[in-house]
């Protein structure tokens, strides 16, 4: 008997816990202060800030090849060296030159019929370089190239500080995207009102000069070529969503 009445006690209060289940979202849709989800409109505004760079980035090589190992390594070596010293005879400091690649490898050699006829040995030696003067640039490349660098794979200029830049970007990027909504929202008969969320997206351009093969670098070191870094852009996207009333 007692058993029977505590299993109808605990039908009552499952019972109940499922009643207070289902009333819940009830009395949550039927809750006006609970706002439903505001109309938006989204959109994407551009700014975009030039500047002038004071800074340039240049990677240059050595490339020897020897039908010896040793011998490729040694003659590259003393390349290296006198391009080395050909950059630190214009005060670059040490720490704005670093090695970025130094391979050795095989590569087959073929004769007319196609056939492997021996082994030829390859170096590259290349160096990252930072120059801080831009007015020593073509100076710089006609040096090298005459100590024996024949690898010039890109001249890259840029900026040492790009926030002020970048903060007048912003600006401009968010009064575009304010000034496209308002227009939208009068053309569409409606009110904008709050910001519901921001995003933004950061882009920068660099101007590359290229002086690969020694085609290239024979024209850079014989009529000193003068190598104007031009403007960079700094660009930012901003995505703003607004609600619209």
């Not at 040694?74 to 030159?97: G, R």
């Not at 930072?130 to 190239?145: A, E």
């Not at 009102?193 to 950061?202: A, E, F, R």
Request: aromatic share 6%.
């Amino acid at each position: 008997m007692h058993t029977k009445k505590y299993v109808l006690i605990g039908l009552l209060m499952a019972s109940a816990i499922l009643l207070s289940a289902c009333a819940s979202p009830a009395m949550a849709q039927n809750d006006g202060n609970i706002p439903s989800n505001p109309r938006t409109i989204n959109v994407t505004g551009n700014g975009k800030i030039y500047l002038t760079p004071d800074i340039v980035y240049i990677s240059i090589g050595v490339h020897t090849e020897n039908k010896d190992a040793a011998e490729a390594v040694t003659a590259n070596n003393a390349v290296s060296k006198k391009v080395s010293d050909a950059l630190t005879s214009f005060k670059i400091d040490p720490t704005d030159i670093k090695t970025s690649n130094f391979n050795i490898y095989p590569q087959q050699i073929y004769d007319q019929s196609g056939k492997v006829e021996g082994i030829l040995y390859v170096v590259d030696n290349s160096v990252y370089v930072t120059v801080r003067d831009l007015s020593k640039i073509s100076s710089i490349l006609g040096k090298v190239i005459e100590a024996g660098a024949n690898s010039i794979s890109g001249i890259q200029f840029d900026a040492a500080d790009k926030s002020t830049a970048l903060s007048e970007a912003r600006e401009a990027a968010i009064a575009d995207a304010q000034s496209q909504a308002e227009e939208l929202c009068k053309a569409a008969g409606v009110t904008m009102g709050d910001v519901q969320s921001i995003n933004t997206y950061t882009s920068s351009s660099s101007s590359m000069f290229e002086a690969k093969g020694m085609g290239g670098m024979e024209l850079v070191a014989s009529s000193n070529v003068p190598i104007t870094p031009g403007e960079l852009a700094v660009s930012v996207d901003v995505n703003m969503v607004f609600e619209i009333k």
